[in-house]
């Protein structure tokens, strides 16, 4: 069956989905277990940047697990409803777990002090009270996120290698458009720079690790490219 | 091809066309995400550029041979859900090397390919196994 004009300016392109899949995944919802997806148990929402290119910047919705008290892994998404698209996968380590990896590693991960100290990152419709003990982790940790479907720059299909994004710091050539700001704001009603009054008591890691956030020392920005390499085969094929 | 790694896939659809998966190691609640992967339909396989489908497979084998399977759905409903899935493309991502022991997760990611015929699956993995996905595509990291 062709699809229709609509179908195809979609983001993906594509039919509604039919009764027959909505049916099958009815169906495997009661059978199956789904163990693994309901051990999410907050929804942040923050602003990250491409690293090679940190004019491009995102707002994320972050599905966080916590796997034990230095370590969470988050899916990510690009919007928090039900069309949301998986735009990739960060993992979040405490500054302990941090200061233990090698510096070619550290490289690719970013701090978390200033986009939950200035209000940035925020858990929508979470009394900022309730929400205080996570924060005061989170504001210690460091991250690493990988963007695998650039839906910014339109397009409708994940195409690409992945990217290794960035967190929003003071500095001036990173700062996180207004107008990005303000469209979340307005979503969720509430003010960024009031909730950064309040949290004025939050303490990033006791020391910053100056190999995070690699780009602030350095001047250097990374990209992911792709290489073709040699297959190691298990098996001849004739 | 010599690294083979289970993979739990937990799978949404964004339409009838497309899916979104997240990759865990186990099945449990102390699973580790190690990665991510979006199938499509022949149809949109077909509008990628020709530089990005190298990064995207092909669905038939896994489900033809049985190392691809649904947990728990009885026999009837699972070929349905295959029937389609048998005729889909991939693109899968891993961050996080399980297979050779890493507790976190290092390094760049990997594109990962899937089985394409028999005499690629190491024997001693066919057992209790969702799907095999050998690794031949690497991303590199420019400063």
């Known amino acids: 069956m062709a699809s229709t004009n609509a179908e195809k ?15 099958l995944d009815k169906g495997a919802q009661m059978l199956q277990s789904l163990t693994p997806i309901k051990q999410m148990s907050q929804h942040a929402c923050t602003f990250a ?23 969470l892994q988050c899916a990510v998404y ?38 939950i100290q200035s209000g940035l990152l925020v858990h929508p419709r979470v009394p900022e009270k309730v929400a205080m003990p996570e924060l005061e982790n989170l504001a210690k940790s460091y991250g690493k996120f990988w963007c695998t479907w650039q839906t910014d720059r339109g397009d409708k299909l994940p195409i690409g290698p992945p990217s290794l994004m960035m967190s929003p710091q ?3 050539q990173c700062m996180v458009k207004p107008e990005l700001v303000k469209k979340r704001d307005d979503k ?22 100056p190999m995070a956030d690699y780009w602030r020392e350095h001047n250097k920005c990374l990209a992911v490219d792709v290489e073709n390499t040699e297959m190691k085969k298990l098996t001849v094929f004739p | 091809m010599t690294r083979q790694v289970e993979a739990h896939h937990y799978c949404g659809h964004l339409n009838e ?13 102390d699973a580790r995400l190690i990665g991510l992967e979006y199938i499509v339909t022949e149809e949109l396989f077909l509008t990628l550029p020709d530089t990005e489908k190298p990064m ?18 009885p026999g009837p409903v699972e070929r349905k859900d295959l029937e389609k899935v048998a005729k889909t493309y991939g693109k899968t991502i891993h961050f996080w090397q399980v297979d050779r022991g890493d507790e976190l997760p290092l390094g760049l990611p990997q594109v990962m390919m899937a089985l394409t015929r028999d005499g690629q699956l ?9 799907s095999f996905i050998p690794t031949i595509g690497v991303f590199v990291i420019r400063f």
């Open chain 1, 9 to 23: 300016k979609g983001v993906p392109p594509g039919k509604p989905v039919s009764l027959g899949s909505q049916m």
């Open chain 1, 49 to 71: 940047l491409y690293s090679q290119d940190m004019s491009r910047q995102i707002e994320t919705h972050h599905f966080v697990t916590r796997i034990n008290q230095d370590f």
């Open chain 1, 78 to 115: 690009d919007s928090d409803d039900s069309s949301g698209r998986l735009i990739g996968v960060e993992y979040i380590v405490s500054d302990r777990i941090f200061d233990t990896l090698p510096p070619d590693e550290q490289k690719l991960w970013h701090s978390h002090a200033y986009e």
């Open chain 1, 170 to 172: 003071e500095d001036i």
């Open chain 1, 188 to 209: 969720y009603n509430i003010s960024t720079n009031a909730i950064c009054g309040s949290r004025t008591e939050l303490m990033g890691p006791g020391r910053l690790n």
């Open chain 2, 17 to 29: 066309d497309m899916r979104q998966c997240l990759i865990y190691d186990r099945p449990d609640a």
């Open chain 2, 56 to 73: 995207w497979h092909s669905h038939e084998y896994e489900v033809k041979s049985g190392v691809l399977f649904l947990p728990g759905v």
């Open chain 2, 122 to 130: 190491y024997p001693s993995l066919a057992k209790g196994i969702v």
